[in-house]
């Protein structure tokens, strides 16, 4: 409808420009005003007054009888110009249509392709755990949001490589190790019953209780690590041990919450590695070799420090490591757009990382993007894995699953058993992922339980008990024709069919901008308005069959939207609640 609508604009500008009537053809955007104000909106006619000193309302009225006469579809119903915007109504016929379209198969603007029909190319890292503790409430954020910033791209048409590096090396490494040596044992995570991640991180916040105590416990952590990074074969065994229980236990975390990768790099293969892609810096005149033998780059003009890039020694730092593990990627997929998300923290490392690469020469050097994000908080308390006051990931699923199963036994409104585990872990999940997204990135999230489940509200739980009602009603129908809905005219029926025409403009608007809040909280206000529309008005029990299929088949059109736009969001939806 948009892109129709921007068609007919542009037609109608320029014949406008072919007959002198204006003299140059300005840029425009539609925009969706309030709903008294139309289905979309533009003051175009503001440009062109401005260039030729017109008045704007006389401008918008030309326009638009120019564009009521290219429309021979008949789906534009009405143009009213208001104080020099010009405000469009779709008609209801064609809203219907939509809405038939709607419920066979989901189109969206293909934003990822060229025009050559090749789609865009993207890497897009996000996770990226240590291999010393379990993912915690705030590594849920990255996990949730990136594989939703990548379920965007890729329904809108992008190629998206999906990529973590594993920090499985280094001090921190070496600390959980330690207490494993002093403490361990030969205890394992079947003798303990501990999920093997959950058995890892017991031994790192062992390391931070005890290091409160005995300082000299970090210093024999760096021995340990100077150990490991001379090849020390006992040291090794148990480090590769360690990063197995790991592995083995983040795994089935990543499988429950959905997240998949494309790639896995190992930080312990690539931390030694760039010094050639520096030293090939050095030669090209953008990086500058210091007197004591240590090489350095002067970002001052770009905002930044002076950043060292080689130790005096010739060893490599953590940015250097990043250079090269981006570089392996574009040698290798040759991206047109790379991505990273981690917590904000880590703005000023990308900010740096960036402009190396523009340095570099890396082709997509100017379409590298950092998407930081902000804190998850457990009441006001920032969390610490060293300091033992964090949750797990696993943790908070299993006490929003209790909690979703005492609502169910409370709720009169739910009708699922609470006692069906794959229907409240798909609720729990729906709560959690919801939680964090219907909130922009750099917003802080101060994480209440009690409002997450909750099946009223901006809540993952309300859309998809609001998904199982409509799933019932359509169930009681039966079988029904699929028509387009055009009958319908009541405010309710009308506010659902034109919330439904935004859908794929909040789709690809969630994805230019990488903020599935946007997404989220449309679905909101779709099942709002279902909601209310449901409560005044009867669909099963129409004052005729026709007007029934009419509303059976706008009740099938919203379930589609729900259903496809909480898949996006990696919530699952239930038949039944």
Request: proline content about 3%; charged content about 25%; some cysteine.
């Amino acid at each position: 409808m948009k892109r129709y609508v921007a068609k007919l604009v542009s037609e109608a500008l320029g014949n406008m420009y072919q007959n002198g009537q204006i003299f140059s053809l300005p840029t425009f955007e539609l925009e969706v005003p309030k709903e008294s104000f139309g289905d979309y909106t533009t003051n175009v006619a503001f440009a062109i007054a401005r260039g030729g000193k017109f008045n704007p309302n006389e401008v918008a009225e030309i326009l638009a009888r120019e564009i009521r006469l290219l429309d021979q579809s008949g789906f534009i119903k009405e143009i009213k110009v208001i104080g020099g915007f010009l405000n469009f109504f779709m008609a209801e016929s064609a809203l219907a249509k939509l809405a038939l379209e709607m419920q066979k198969e989901i189109e969206l603007e293909k934003i990822g392709y060229n025009a050559a029909g090749k789609p865009k190319k993207v890497v897009f890292e996000y996770s990226s755990p240590n291999t010393n503790k379990p993912l915690h409430i705030g590594h849920t954020r990255n996990d949730v949001y990136g594989m939703v910033c990548i379920n965007l791209l890729r329904a809108t048409g992008y190629k998206v490589i999906s990529c973590e590096v594993v920090n499985d090396r280094g001090v921190h490494i070496m600390k959980s190790l330690l207490m494993y040596i002093k403490h361990g044992a030969g205890k394992t995570p079947k003798s303990e019953k501990i999920k093997p991640d959950h058995f890892v991180g017991k031994y790192y916040a062992m390391f931070g209780q005890e290091a409160e105590k005995n300082p000299e416990l970090e210093k024999e952590a760096q021995e340990l690590l100077q150990k490991w990074e001379a090849g020390d074969k006992e040291v090794r065994k148990l480090w590769k041990q360690m990063n197995t229980w790991f592995y083995e236990g983040v795994q089935q975390t990543y499988q429950r919450e959905g997240s998949e990768f494309d790639e896995v790099q190992y930080e312990s293969e690539i931390y030694d590695q760039g010094r050639e892609l520096v030293l090939e810096g050095v030669k090209k005149g953008v990086f500058t070799k210091e007197p004591d033998g240590s090489v350095a780059v002067d970002l001052t003009d770009k905002g930044l420090d002076k950043k060292y890039l080689l130790r005096k020694d010739g060893t490599t730092i953590y940015i250097t490591q990043d250079l090269y593990l981006w570089s392996l990627r574009n040698k290798k997929h040759h991206p047109d757009l790379a991505f990273v998300t981690t917590s904000a923290e880590q703005a000023y490392h990308f900010a740096v990382l960036a402009e190396l690469f523009k340095l570099l020469g890396f082709e997509w050097a100017e379409n590298f993007k950092h998407l930081p994000y902000e804190h998850v908080y457990l009441g006001k308390s920032k969390m610490s894995s060293r300091a033992g006051n964090t949750i797990t990931a696993d943790e908070l699923l299993e006490s929003v699953k209790e909690k979703v199963r005492q609502t169910m036994r409370d709720s009169q409104k739910i009708k699922a058993s609470p006692e069906d585990d794959k229907t409240v872990e798909a609720i729990a999940f729906g709560a959690i992922k919801y939680g964090y997204l219907k909130y922009d990135r750099n917003t802080k999230i101060y994480f209440d339980m009690d409002e997450t489940i909750a099946i009223e509200g901006n809540t993952g739980p309300y859309l998809q008990y609001t998904f199982a009602r409509i799933q019932s009603i359509l169930e009681k129908a039966g079988k029904f024709k699929k028509t387009a809905p055009e009958a319908l005219h009541e405010p309710a029926e009308l506010n659902l069919l034109r919330h439904l025409m935004h859908y794929g403009e909040y789709v690809v608007l969630a994805t230019k901008e990488f903020r599935p809040s946007l997404l989220a909280n449309y679905l909101y206000e779709l099942a709002a308005k279902f909601n209310a529309f449901y409560d005044q008005v009867s669909v099963l029990q129409a004052e005729s069959a026709e007007l029934k299929v009419q509303r059976l088949n706008l009740l099938a059109a919203v379930a589609a939207v729900l259903q496809h736009g909480l898949e996006l969001l990696g919530i699952a939806t239930v038949k039944k609640m």
